[in-house]
């Protein structure tokens, strides 16, 4: 079973096939590229198209204000509702701590990593590529190679940084070759770069973390504005550009369709394979900027910590499925599923939890958050 099948309204109703055109070639209109789905296992936008779009066109004919409208309000914005109640009770148990500035700028200010490997993430998911196990091996070997040439062997830390974004891309482009032109499973190629990695930067940096960055070089991630450090806009600037992306633009929406059937997408035209290609080079190049960040933020980097952000990722990237536009993986849903899972754990830390609360807390909240707006989004379309 994929992923992606235990998202909110999967379906399975018949649908015509493409309409041609006067030359005999397929016509793809936005709506049925975004819902015909029969043609791809992963099946995440035939989950939204049929169950999310079928839903709606039902609710059409209702009476304004009828319970399918309330029901889709609902599935949109519960999790930011939990959400609220959660910083209420965490605001009612320790008032004295989180209920302080210094609370709000750690929720917002040390999230940077999280939301870039997310963004990462996502561009290979919108394109039908769900299991990206790669992301934080390449997130973490871009992180150190900065320090690394630039204490360890004394290259300017410009150049460090140019280098380290682009041997991200290069490790995205190989996972894209691996998977779209040559055909070998994702899971296979990610998972073994991934690992390939992790021992590369274990590797270089003999085992230890690495620090000695310049406090000037550190301006470009913690350079403060507004109370919060430059990072937080930054991320906060790339999710909004990405949702622009794919939602408004011939390339997001060429995406969406090579998501949801890639032999209809080919039917239209699509060029499937540059698509789903250049979504793996992309994220490569959005870890390479993330790791980046993360160093100059922390003035270095600690390689045994790269794989820790894996569990994370994923949980807020599928989390924001709940969010916004349930049933789909969406930029703004997942920026908001970040800093909704920054709140949680820290204000488990702040009561005094163990530290295996967080891996608890990450798995446990998906599911409740799913499970709600699955239930919600059913009602809407009942």
């Given at each position: 079973?994929?992923?992606?099948?235990?998202?909110p309204?999967?379906?399975?109703?018949?649908?015509?096939?493409p309409?041609?055109d006067?030359?005999?070639?397929?016509?793809?209109?936005?709506?049925?590229?975004?819902?015909?789905?029969?043609g791809?296992?992963?099946?995440?936008?035939?989950?939204?198209?049929?169950?999310?779009?079928?839903?709606?066109?039902?609710?059409?004919?209702?009476?304004?204000?009828g319970?399918?409208?309330?029901?889709?309000?609902?599935?949109?914005?519960?999790?930011?509702?939990v959400?609220l109640i959660m910083?209420?009770?965490?605001?009612?148990?320790?008032?004295?701590?989180?209920?302080?500035?210094?609370?709000?700028?750690?929720?917002?200010?040390?999230?940077?990593?999280?939301?870039?490997?997310?963004?990462?993430?996502?561009?290979?998911?919108?394109?039908?590529?769900?299991?990206?196990?790669?992301?934080?091996?390449?997130?973490?070997?871009?992180?150190?190679?900065?320090?690394?040439?630039?204490?360890?062997?004394?290259?300017?830390?410009?150049?460090?940084?140019?280098?380290?974004?682009?041997i991200?891309?290069?490790?995205?482009?190989?996972?894209?070759?691996?998977?779209?032109?040559?055909?070998?499973?994702?899971?296979?190629?990610?998972?073994?770069?991934?690992?390939?990695?992790?021992g590369?930067?274990?590797?270089?940096?003999?085992?230890?973390?690495?620090?000695?960055?310049?406090?000037?070089?550190?301006?470009?991630?913690?350079?403060?504005?507004?109370?919060?450090?430059?990072?937080?806009?930054e991320?906060?600037?790339?999710?909004?550009?990405?949702?622009?992306?794919?939602?408004?633009t011939?390339?997001g929406?060429?995406?969406?369709?090579?998501?949801?059937?890639?032999?209809?997408?080919?039917?239209a035209?699509?060029?499937?394979?540059?698509?789903?290609?250049?979504?793996?080079?992309?994220?490569?190049?959005?870890?390479?900027?993330?790791?980046?960040?993360?160093?100059?933020?922390?003035?270095?980097?600690?390689?045994?910590?790269?794989?820790s952000?894996?569990?994370?990722?994923?949980?807020?990237?599928?989390?924001?499925?709940?969010?916004?536009?349930?049933?789909r993986?969406?930029?703004?849903?997942?920026?908001?599923?970040?800093?909704?899972?920054?709140?949680?754990?820290?204000?488990?830390?702040l009561?005094?939890?163990?530290?295996?609360?967080?891996?608890?807390?990450?798995?446990?909240?998906?599911?409740?958050?799913?499970?709600?707006?699955?239930?919600?989004?059913?009602?809407?379309?009942?």
């Open positions: 079973m994929s992923m992606a099948s235990s998202l309204g999967i379906r399975s109703p018949r649908r015509p096939g309409s041609t006067r030359h005999g070639t397929a016509v793809l209109s936005p709506d049925q590229g975004a819902a015909d789905g029969h791809h296992a992963d099946g995440h936008e035939q989950g939204h198209g049929e169950g999310h779009g079928a839903g709606h066109g039902r609710g059409r004919g209702r009476r304004p204000g319970g399918a409208g309330l029901g889709h309000y609902g599935a949109r914005f519960a999790v930011l509702g959400w910083a209420v009770v965490y605001g009612i148990a320790v008032p004295e701590t989180f209920l302080t500035s210094g609370t709000a700028k750690t929720i917002f200010g040390s999230q940077q990593a999280l939301v870039f490997l997310t963004a990462a993430l996502l561009c290979t998911i919108c394109v039908g590529e769900f299991v990206d196990l790669s992301v934080a091996a390449v997130f973490g070997l871009s992180a150190i190679l900065v320090p690394v040439l630039n204490v360890d062997h004394g290259w300017n830390v410009w150049l460090a940084s140019l280098t380290a974004i682009a991200a891309t290069l490790c995205g482009a190989i996972n894209g070759a691996l998977v779209v032109r040559l055909g070998v499973n994702t899971i296979v190629v990610t998972l073994g770069m991934g690992t390939l990695l992790l590369i930067a274990l590797w270089i940096s003999n085992m230890t973390p690495i620090s000695g960055l310049s406090t000037d070089f550190s301006k470009i991630a913690l350079f403060d504005v507004l109370g919060l450090p430059v990072s937080f806009y991320g906060v600037g790339l999710m909004l550009v990405f949702a622009y992306v794919l939602m408004l011939p390339l929406r060429n995406m969406r369709f090579v998501g949801a059937n890639r032999e209809v997408s080919r039917l035209g699509i060029r499937v394979n540059r698509v789903r290609f250049g979504a793996f080079t992309t994220a490569g190049a959005i870890n390479g900027v993330g790791g980046v960040l993360a160093a100059a933020a922390t003035g270095g980097f600690d390689p045994t910590v790269a794989n952000y894996l569990l994370p990722t994923f949980a807020a990237t599928f989390l924001g499925t709940a969010i916004l536009q349930p049933g993986f969406n930029p703004l849903g997942t920026l908001v599923a970040v800093y909704f899972l920054a709140t949680g754990i820290l204000g488990l830390q009561l005094g939890v163990a530290a295996w609360i967080s891996n608890v807390f990450y798995g446990g909240v998906l599911i409740v958050a799913v499970t709600i707006s699955t239930l919600l989004h059913a009602r809407s379309g009942s």
